[in-house]
């Protein structure tokens, strides 16, 4: 065999080989692919356990287990599977059991826990729970007490509480102003979605990321359509009445003189109008994700939109 | 103290060559870079990550330096018999040791320097600015010296009558132990036997701790260049203390062995 062959035979079967190992490694990765069970493991859940193994490097293992909820929570299951988040508790616990300081990881972690499904567990205890340990270790971050309250309105529907939270986070000395102010609505008589106007605009101001800040600017977009269809449902009642005749599109509630012009929802789209139920909705090319208010919160508004018609009704012309 | 300079600077540029630096040297700025990535990925806490890494790249790395690199210090001397040379000549054995644990201190403090700098790098990287909290890490990077002097120390004292794999061995179990005297201490507590509580306390006295460079809790010198925060000064003060005193100690064992140790 010549110098020249054997080079030639060495280099394919270096690639030859290359191309084999590739081979075995998509094999071995299909196989792995979501293995039963695999996402949900959590070898040891005893933090204590971990930090005395750590061997000093227990800031570097929060920061692990901190990027593993991160990536835990924003993972995307398969269409058939259902997203579970029963790591996402213990694997909060234990980065802040780690590094209590992490600020970040209490208030995204209760962020986290708090949504409702399909986006998060829907836990809005344990997201108090996991804020009343960030109140422990760092008792003079106020921000913990304006999430605790956030999530007490917004998730358990309790304003006394939530107010209490606000109230308690006012009087730290770092504490800004409308602390006091946002305690003061959420006890009062201020409608729901006043209040919940309130809380987004002060999430989307302090927001320190662009993933809070957007999720924020979605709410208060949310808030704008529930009060544009509340409105514009309320007018189409009262053109009924006044008129005795059924509304068949939106635009006949500015012939009427009901309204100056027809609103689109905040990104742009037009809404919806449902003859038959007598309903307006955002349209499907809403850029928008809604999130509906519950009834409650409507009668609040309801009442306000009364005592406006009857003001502009009585009005002198 | 000349000789000890000359012995110092000699096993410096012997430890230069050393491929197995340059290779530990590498992982560790190619895990401080990876950081700068991983950063990126968290929600919050950037910057807290890439000190983390950082700092445990240059903790983990540099003790792996210190480690094979001091392992083998005297038994290259024996293994290429340059030892008789040194021997024949006016130098004492004692000023042997010294320059060679010197000569290993100013490779890993120079390694250090190299590190942070990465680390440093990898900050600006993140937010393109400086700030003077960052100055706060090199405390850490401090402790992680006084952590590196005493597993020199340790790697010596041991490669001065064992192979280098055994020594290799030898330290790094002695770093892993090191690691828990504060629970070898709590073991005493829950042991019934009082003679045995009272042989793990003397051993938790006795055996190199090596948690008083990092402290656990608030106080760990690690987590609190990560949130920025200026290290606790008696804190450093102890640490330094221990650091001298406990490498003192082994330095003069290993002198002691090393004098015993015939040569013909």
Redo the contacts between chains.
Sequence with gaps: MTRLNARLLATGGVILSMLLIYGVQVEIDQRQAHPPGGDETLYVRDPELM??LS??????L??IY??RA??YYGRKPKKSETQSYAMLEPLLNLATTF???????Y??GAMFLSESQPIGPGEPLKAIELLNKGIMNNPNVWRFYFDKGFVYLWHLKDHKAAGRAFLEGARLPAAPKWLESLAATSMGEAGELETARYLWTHEFEEA??E?VRSNARNHLNSLQIDEDRWRLEFLVTKFQEKTGRVLTDLNQLVNAGCIRFIPTDPSGAPYEYDRDAKGVYPAKASKVTYFPLKAEARKVFQQKLESEWEAARTAPQ | MRKVLIIARTTFKENIRDKILYNLLFFTLAIIGVSVA?GQ?????EQ??II??SL?AI?LFGTLIAIFIGTGLVYKELDKRTIYNLISKPVRRSEFILGKYLGLMSTLLVNLALMSAGAYLALWLLGKSVQSEFLYVLAAVYAIFLQLMLVTAIALMFSTFSTPVLSAVFTFALW?IG??ST?MKRLADILRSAVTGHICVALSYALPN??N??I?G?E?L??SA??FHAPQLTTLMLATAYGFLYSALLLTLAVFIFQKRDFK
């Excluded at chain 1, 590094?99 to 990881?105: G, I, L, Q, R, S």
């Excluded at chain 2, 990925?41 to 806490?45: A, L």
């Design positions: 930090r005395r061997l000093g490097y227990e800031s570097l929060a920061d901190w990027l991160v990536q590094d209590p300081e992490m600020t970040a990881v208030r995204f320190e990321s993933s | 991983l990925v968290s929600i919050g806490h807290k990550i983390d890494m445990s903790s892993v690691h828990f629970e090596f948690s460079f990092t656990s608030r760990n690690l987590k990560a949130h």
